[in-house]
């Protein structure tokens, strides 16, 4: 069985090259031309985000046709393809897999709805690819699925509202107001339908980080032996002091 999935479950080239997770991209459009997210690190791109400001890159999903072609290569070699990707609820992606799929009637595609992204995809993904080394079924494998989908948080704060704001994802007033009260707030990915809510909000990024630990405490208590992945855009020092509080 061979696993696929998209640039939005975060895995490291490492993890990416040692499991052999097919990984279709993302296409960042900035002004001067489009990238893949395969060939642009998240440094790079932060940079270049900067440096075209007030302007904002935009954003295409994979094509049905790169899902084709992905899965075209796949099966020719008689694997099966389990493709798990970001939440339906923030993206076409998984439409377009499924109509990547449906271009090879009769071949063994099986299409995952993660209703999550990043870290919290990443956790599917990587416990698909673990099973499929095993020599695990498909049904068990997605049966695994399942419980880790119902049994994940993911949960994020923002230094600024901005992007959040001209992606269309909040309101103009919302943002404006956010920005002039310095508000960070707590975001979620709820697991009934894969959705952005809010949980709250913070004034600093340090109490921002300090109510997220607060939250996890308050949903899984301090005995729960839980696996945590802590990821950041450029705010190591910040993400080393969240790391050290969920510890």
């Known amino acids: ?14 993890e990416v090259a040692a ?22 690190t998240p440094d790079v791109f932060y940079q270049r985000l900067i440096s075209i400001a007030p302007r904002i890159p935009t954003t295409s999903q994979p094509s049905s046709g790169i899902f084709a072609n992905i899965y ?7 694997d099966e393809v389990l493709s798990i990707h970001i939440s339906s609820g ?16 009769g ?37 695994r699925l399942a419980k880790i989908r119902e049994n994940t948080e993911v949960i994020y704060t923002l230094d600024t509202l901005e992007y959040l704001q001209r992606g269309g994802r909040i309101g103009r007033v919302q943002a404006l107001a956010g920005s002039l009260l310095g508000i960070k707030p707590l975001i979620r990915v709820e697991k009934s ?15 921002a980080l300090e109510s997220i630990g607060n939250l996890i405490e308050s949903l899984y208590g301090k005995d729960t032996p839980l696996w945590i ?12 002091k969240l790391a050290e509080i969920l510890r």
């Open 90 to 105: 923030l993206s076409g992606t998984i439409e377009s897999a499924r109509s990547g799929a449906a271009q090879l009637p």
């Open 19 to 40: 499991l052999d997770i097919q990984v279709a991209p993302l296409f960042i459009r900035f002004p001067e031309g489009e990238v893949s997210s395969n060939d642009i």
């Open 1 to 14: 069985m061979k696993i696929v999935t998209d640039c939005a479950a975060d895995l490291t080239v490492e």
């Open 107 to 143: 071949k063994m595609i099986t299409i995952v709805d993660s209703l999550t992204l990043s870290g919290g995809e990443r956790f599917q993904v990587l416990a698909a690819a673990f099973g499929a080394k095993a020599g695990r079924s498909r049904e068990l494998i997605l049966e």
């Open 229 to 240: 992945s802590v990821l950041h855009g450029q705010l190591a020092e910040q993400a080393n």
């Open 72 to 78: 075209k290569k796949l099966v020719e070699t008689g």
């Open 193 to 207: 339908d894969g959705k952005y809510s809010n949980m709250g909000r913070a004034r600093t990024i340090p109490k």
